[in-house]
């Protein structure tokens, strides 16, 4: 006890007296510096928990940030909105308008996106406002570089001439400085199909809005805008400046009194709020899954505190005998984990932001490709981040580290002296009691799973997978000792001596063990559990593209997004694609985001056309069986086929009558059929484009659904097409082929960071079953020396220990499958059903699954190497 | 041949001035079925003697032959491969492995050569019959008394047949009938097998039941062992 005996009687004295600082710093921090390799060992796993939480929610966060962005800088200083039934407001109603003067200064707008081709090549996203020079002004900030330098403002007149010609275009300084375009020049807007030659008319200087969406913004007069997006005879909005802006509500409520049918009106914050809406429940999962990551890194705070206590119990022991009381040893243990769980917080903020960056790029495909387009891009890290991540690191830390603080508070000097003996006290296992907690954590996750949604989040259903892991948590000391039991004639017929001493060794130590083997455990049966849903998902999928993408070609606008205005198709690209002498048939697919229900909640209403869809197209009925029947039914009828996520989470069985706003106000449509989807999870309400017309008015497409002559080749007849659309049309047009690869592509993106985050929850496990590992072989360092005394070579004792870790490894993923595929029953059958409202068909990944073991096997056997090699500096004089 | 041969050992702990001499030139012999006790106050480099004898530790100076084998040439492996081949040791504390049972205890030199589990087993029940612990073999270490520990710990200690046992106070920590006990299985197996025999004790009622005493002070032997192989009676 050399550390022992150069404790000075100073420190002795110290402990009896007032000075618990100088204490912690001489017992707890210089042996954390003495054995750095396992302090950062910790404070790495806790970095890692803490950094995966602050990503998440800062890619979360930053998802929606572009977005916000952008309707910042449309909103400029409006008030409040006028909006129409998902195709906007109807220029016409403008003249019974009149009256909204009353409120404020009113300015009708366009918003939508485009293309630009710069003279450097590239071609850029833009915003682009249509607005009317004249009324816009009061809302939003221009200053235009000519007449900064000036030092005026430009008048309404200089403006309205800048912008009345239709080729006129302003765009931002920043943007046009990037891209090397100069005032005057001529640039080309893509919109739509079309490509469109402008002249850039005027600069925004780089201030205000024209800074927020990093320059990306347009201005166009609103006439040219309608023109240009096929918006002729429409509006994307009203806007309103109130004159007591303090008077919102009352002039809301007002308003909406006075709003014909069909129009709305609301805040411009509430577009951020529906986004928001839209995209909380993958946001929700993501953040739970982030918490898995901080959860397993506070296991290495316990085994951290645990080898504390335990290479140090004669220390203690002697602390005890001088006086020192057990509350203030508790303290000092308590101590160690604040201040391991500071420094990881410390580090994993700052670091969470780094992660971040990797963390948005992956969930920016999902977001841009199923909910918004918007540059993604991290927030700044904010005081609430710190306190976040102390406010739930430290606490749990604390929680972590006190079954270990006990048990160096209970520490007699006797037991110090004497050295614990560590076999009996792991025999002293309630088991009984142990497997009546798993029982009920089993019994109350298939409760909880029978329970409803709140507001759209899963929450019972995370509860019931929480119950789930801790049940199968609970499963590890009974599963422990039942190796205890049968494993040991198997472990000597495989590995000879080595295996009888890791069984030995493993069977003494139950107790320790529980805790790292659970956190392994927990981890491995969240990514059992991932990969079983993932991998079913994934075959559902596959099998639902194959049924219903059965078009040969699909042709869409440049620049479409999954929500917002979609650009449209020409009349003039529909003909020349309909001319082709192979095309059949041809599906003009429209679709417009619409407020739907008491919340809202914005839906997806779309326009086919039934009659070719139910002689070429492959739609997945849910109910009724002959959904085909019934979707006949709907064509030309004031009827509706719903997806399945429309269905459940709006709870509408088919039969029943919805009701949907239209420009004429809110009409019933029949529901006929639900049909499997997903595409979207935010729920699809698709009617014929006949029936569409006569509610919403003639609307340009937004995609093309072509099929073709069976002895045709869709590839030849792409490129047949592109040939004939020429350059002053741009089309995307994909093969089924490049389709289905593309959304399996935006399929597998997606779940790109679930496997990310489970990697890092997985790789923090490990390291825990390595300092576990390390706190056994301290533990019994005077046993190791022994055994190299009577023969034991390094290399059997290496091997002793890396198959102490194996099997630790094996154990562990044998628990975790099967813990596994419960909770991916949960993930399935009640999460993502809440969720997303998707029907995910069962697969069991086998070979996934066996591979995962191995590679389990494999990590947790290198994870050992490190405590086994601290076993193996154990020999000679260590025996007494 | 010579079991051991130990020529002007010198052990210092640390370096420099800060140095710390526990032997300091000592020498010793002892042949097949030698018995030598090394006795001396606490601190005077007995169990150093021991550790270096029996190749748990290496000397700063000096040399060590056992059974024929110069340790200075071994490396580590070596050295483990001379433990497990040519050395038993006993020590105060017994030494068992709590998580074995007192057969895998006593077999464990054995099964840590390669022999199978088997061969280990039955060479373990003859040894454990030889100390009197036939009935304790599938007991652990916790469920014994301190004299069958320390018996199992002997049976283990020869179980391979060792040129060298090295015995460290190895009835320190037992009462007086079992301690009387112990040294009798030592010295039957001393004289039945030939096996050389070095034992550190503070007890000279223990020492006395050697072939000759080698005596100890400050790293130096005082009384050299030859100069006692005379006066000291077998036992």
């Known amino acids: ?880 | 041949m010579p079991a051991l041969q130990a020529h002007d050992l010198r052990k210092v702990y640390g370096h420099g001035e800060s140095g710390v001499a526990a032997v300091r030139g000592v020498s010793v012999e002892l042949m097949a079925g030698d018995c030598v006790a090394v006795v001396g106050p606490s601190g005077c480099g007995k169990s150093t003697l021991l550790h270096l004898c029996g190749g748990m530790d290496r000397p700063t100076a000096g040399s060590v032959v056992v059974d024929g084998v110069t340790l200075a040439g071994l490396g580590d492996d070596g050295l483990t491969q001379l433990r497990r081949e040519r050395v038993g040791f006993v020590f105060q504390f017994f030494n068992l492995l709590p998580t074995l049972t007192l057969s895998e205890n006593i077999a464990l030199p054995l099964l840590l050569a390669g022999v199978s589990a088997g061969e280990g087993a039955d060479r373990a029940r003859s040894c454990a019959d030889a100390v009197g612990l036939s009935h304790r073999l599938h007991h652990y270490p916790s469920q014994v008394s301190g004299g069958e520990l320390q018996r199992s710990a002997v049976a283990r200690a020869v179980i391979h047949r060792p040129a060298l046992l090295i015995a460290d106070e190895p009835t320190g920590n037992l009462d007086t009938d079992n301690g009387r006990r112990v040294l009798d299985i030592l010295r039957t197996l001393n004289e039945d097998t030939g096996v050389a025999v070095l034992l550190a004790t503070h007890d000279q009622a223990v020492a006395a039941r050697a072939d000759r005493i080698l005596r100890m002070r400050d790293g130096l032997v005082v009384v050299p062992a030859d100069a006692t192989r005379a006066a000291l009676p077998h036992a």
Not at chain 1, 142 to 150: K, N, P
Not at chain 1, 612 to 631: I, N, T, W
Not at chain 1, 807 to 826: D, N, P, R, T, W
Request: aromatic fraction near 6%.
């Open chain 1, 1 to 880: 006890m050399a550390s022992w005996s150069s404790l000075p009687t100073r420190l002795a004295r110290r402990c009896l007296t007032r000075d618990p600082v100088t204490l912690f710093r001489q017992f707890i921090v210089r042996a954390l510096v003495r054995d750095p390799r396992r302090s950062l060992a910790t404070v790495a796993g806790l970095t890692l928990g803490v950094a995966v939480v602050i990503a998440i929610r800062l890619a979360n966060a930053g998802s929606i940030r572009g977005f916000e962005a952008a309707l910042d800088v449309v909103a400029g200083q409006t008030s409040l909105e006028i909006v129409g039934a998902g195709v906007g407001v109807p220029d016409g109603q403008l003249e019974h308008l009149g009256w909204l003067r009353d409120y404020g200064l009113v300015s009708p707008l366009i918003a939508r996106t485009a293309r630009l081709r710069a003279p450097d090549g590239t071609e850029q996203p833009l915003q682009v406002l249509g607005i009317d020079v004249l009324r816009d002004r009061p809302f939003r900030e221009y200053q235009l570089v000519e007449f900064a330098r000036g030092g005026r403002d430009p008048s309404a007149q200089e403006l309205l001439a800048l912008l009345l010609d239709s080729r006129s275009v302003v765009l931002t300084e920043r943007f046009a400085t990037r891209h090397g375009i100069e005032l005057g020049s001529a640039v080309e807007l893509v919109i739509g199909d079309r490509v469109h030659d402008a002249l850039v008319r005027g600069l925004l200087l780089d201030e205000g809005p024209a800074r927020v969406v990093d320059g990306q913004l347009a201005l166009l007069d609103v006439a040219v805008a309608q023109l240009l997006f096929d918006r002729i005879g429409w509006l994307d909005r009203v806007e309103i400046q109130l004159h007591d802006a303090t008077a919102i509500d009352e002039a809301e409520q007002a308003i909406a009194a006075r709003l014909p049918d069909g129009l709305r009106v609301q805040r411009p914050a509430q577009r951020g709020r529906q986004v928001e809406k839209m995209l909380a429940a993958f946001h929700f999962n993501l953040t739970a899954l982030s918490y898995i990551a901080l959860v397993v890194g506070l296991f290495l705070v316990y085994n951290t505190v645990a080898v504390s206590v335990i290479s140090r119990r004669r220390e203690i022991g002697t602390l005890r005998a001088l006086g020192a009381t057990r509350r203030r040893l508790l303290g000092l243990f308590l101590g160690e984990a604040a201040l391991l769980a500071g420094l990881g917080t410390a580090v994993g903020v700052p670091a969470g932001w780094l992660l971040a960056q990797g963390a948005i790029a992956l969930t920016s495909t999902t977001v841009n490709a199923l909910y918004i387009t918007s540059a993604a891009t991290v927030p700044p890290l904010a005081w609430f981040d710190l306190l976040l991540a102390g406010g739930v690191a430290i606490p749990l830390a604390l929680a972590a580290a006190a079954i270990p603080a006990l048990e160096g508070a209970r520490v007699t000097p006797i037991a110090a002296v004497r050295g614990a003996d560590r076999f009996a006290s792991d025999q002293r296992q309630r088991m009984g009691r142990v497997a009546l907690v798993a029982a009920v954590l089993f019994g109350l996750a298939g409760w909880l799973s029978t329970l409803d949604p709140v507001g759209g989040l899963p929450l019972y259903g995370l509860g019931a997978a929480l119950a789930v892991i801790g049940g199968g948590a609970a499963l590890v000391p009974l599963l422990l000792t039942w190796l205890r039991r049968v494993g040991r004639r198997a472990f000597v017929r495989w590995f000879k001596v080595e295996g009888m001493l890791a069984h030995a060794n493993l069977s003494a130590s139950v107790g320790r063990l529980t805790v790292s083997v659970a956190a392994l455990v927990v981890s491995l049966a969240m990514l059992a559990a991932i990969a079983i849903m993932v991998g079913s998902f994934r075959d559902t999928v596959t099998y639902w593209v194959g049924q219903t993408l059965r078009a040969d070609l699909f042709v869409s606008a440049a620049g479409r997004g999954p929500a917002g205005p979609s650009p449209t198709i020409s009349s003039d690209a529909e003909r020349r694609v309909a001319a082709h002498p192979s095309v059949v048939a041809i599906d003009q697919f429209q679709s417009v985001d619409l407020p739907y229900g008491a919340d809202g909640d914005l839906i997806i209403l779309g326009a086919g056309n039934f009659e070719v869809l139910l002689e070429h197209g492959g739609l997945l009925f849910k109910e009724p069986e002959s959904g085909r029947d019934a979707m006949a039914r709907a064509v030309g009828a004031d009827a509706v086929v719903v997806s399945e996520a429309f269905a459940l989470k709006q709870r509408v069985a088919v039969g029943e009558t919805i009701a949907l706003e239209t420009p004429q106000g809110a009409r019933p449509f029949r529901v006929e059929a639900i049909y499997y989807d997903y595409s979207s999870d935010r729920g699809l309400v698709v009617m014929d484009r006949s029936t569409f017309e006569r509610h919403y008015g003639a609307q340009r497409p937004a995609g093309l659904t072509v099929y073709l002559d069976p002895a045709a080749d869709p590839v030849t007849v792409r490129e047949e097409l592109l040939a004939g659309l020429g350059p002053d049309h741009r089309l995307f047009i994909n093969t089924n082929a490049t389709l289905r690869a593309e959304v399996l592509r935006i399929f597998d993106a997606t779940f790109a960071i679930t496997y990310a985050l489970e990697a890092i929850a997985i790789f923090v496990a490990i390291m825990g079953v390595a300092t576990t590992l390390l706190t056994l072989v301290l533990e019994r360092r005077e046993e190791l020396a022994m055994l190299r005394l009577v023969g034991a070579g390094r290399a059997q004792i290496r091997r002793m220990v890396v198959l102490e870790a194996a099997m630790l490894g094996v154990v562990s993923q044998a628990l975790g499958l099967a813990v596994g595929v419960v909770l991916s029953v949960i993930l399935i059958y009640v999460i993502n059903v809440q969720s997303f409202g998707w029907t995910i068909q069962f697969d069991l990944p086998i070979w996934f699954l066996v591979r995962s073991t191995v590679l389990v096997a494999v990590a947790t056997a290198v994870a050992g190497l490190y405590p086994a090699r601290v076993a193996t500096g154990f020999a000679g004089t260590g025996a007494r």
